[in-house]
């Protein structure tokens, strides 16, 4: 799982695309530190594999299914990519639970300076406003981010300085297209509610329960 927290932009230095398929290769610095090939990745928020490593150089594999849901095949050489590796077992947890595994793309539809602040509204389907909320977390691009204003179709968030620094939301005009994915908890009290009762009834939430309910 990751955290949400960008640890530093790369560059898409080549890309080799396939009839419905991709293959990356991505420069960075920091990442390389433990990096070892079959680790993940998340590049804009989508986890992906290493599958090589070579002079500061990793590739990593995209599916049909990731292409056609993420935004990674607007990808061209030289785009910058957000980049967090896997959340280590005796990591901080400094944002919010994510998997990488995003719930779909939305469009930014404003860019409006705030003093020192910028905020982003993005238009995002019903599939994924059914479980923004405000105050509520939310990946974009693979940076956790709090929801400031929710509505029908579309929520806004106010970036500070340092995150507008520190990953390619600065790159982001009205138009593009952003990776997001969904607070996890919210999906898993959907599942709970849907559940039949019988199978919840005077159990409470047992390990038998998480495991049925997907955890």
């Known amino acids: 799982m990751f955290t949400g927290i960008i640890e530093e932009t790369g560059r898409i230095s080549a890309i080799k695309r396939g009839v419905k398929s991709s293959a990356l290769?991505?420069?960075?610095?920091?990442?390389?530190d433990d990096l070892k090939t079959g680790d993940s990745v998340a590049v804009n928020g989508v986890c992906l594999t290493v599958t090589k490593?070579?002079?500061r150089i990793f590739c990593a594999d995209v599916m049909s299914e990731?292409?056609?849901?993420?935004?990674?095949?607007?990808l061209r050489q030289n785009s910058p990519v957000n980049l967090e590796?896997?959340?280590?077992?005796?990591?901080?947890?400094?944002?919010?639970?994510?998997?990488?595994?995003?719930?779909?793309t939305g469009t930014?539809?404003?860019?409006?300076?705030?003093?020192?602040?910028v905020w982003y509204t993005i238009k995002a389907p019903e599939k994924i406003?059914?479980?923004i909320v405000e105050k509520g977390?939310?990946?974009?691009?693979?940076?956790?981010?709090?929801?400031?204003k929710a509505g029908r179709d579309n929520f806004s968030v106010s970036v500070i300085p340092h995150t507008?620094?520190?990953?390619?939301?600065?790159?982001?005009?009205?138009?593009?297209?952003?990776?997001?994915?969904?607070?996890?908890?919210?999906?898993?009290?959907?599942?709970?509610?849907q559940m039949p009762k019988k199978e919840t009834e005077g159990k409470g939430i047992t390990a038998e329960f998480l495991a049925k309910a997907g955890f």
Request: net charge neutral.
């Open 85 to 104: 590796r896997a959340m280590a077992a005796d990591g901080r947890f400094g944002g919010h639970i994510v998997s990488g595994h995003i719930d779909g």
């Open 25 to 32: 290769q991505i420069a960075a610095n920091r990442i390389f």
């Open 108 to 117: 930014v539809m404003r860019i409006e300076r705030d003093d020192n602040a």
């Open 137 to 148: 977390s939310v990946a974009i691009d693979g940076i956790s981010l709090t929801v400031a």
């Open 129 to 131: 406003m059914t479980y």
């Open 164 to 193: 507008m620094r520190e990953t390619i939301l600065y790159t982001k005009r009205v138009g593009s297209k952003v990776n997001l994915e969904n607070d996890i908890v919210g999906k898993y009290v959907e599942r709970f509610v």
């Open 66 to 74: 990731t292409l056609s849901r993420s935004s990674l095949g607007e």
């Open 53 to 55: 490593i070579e002079n």
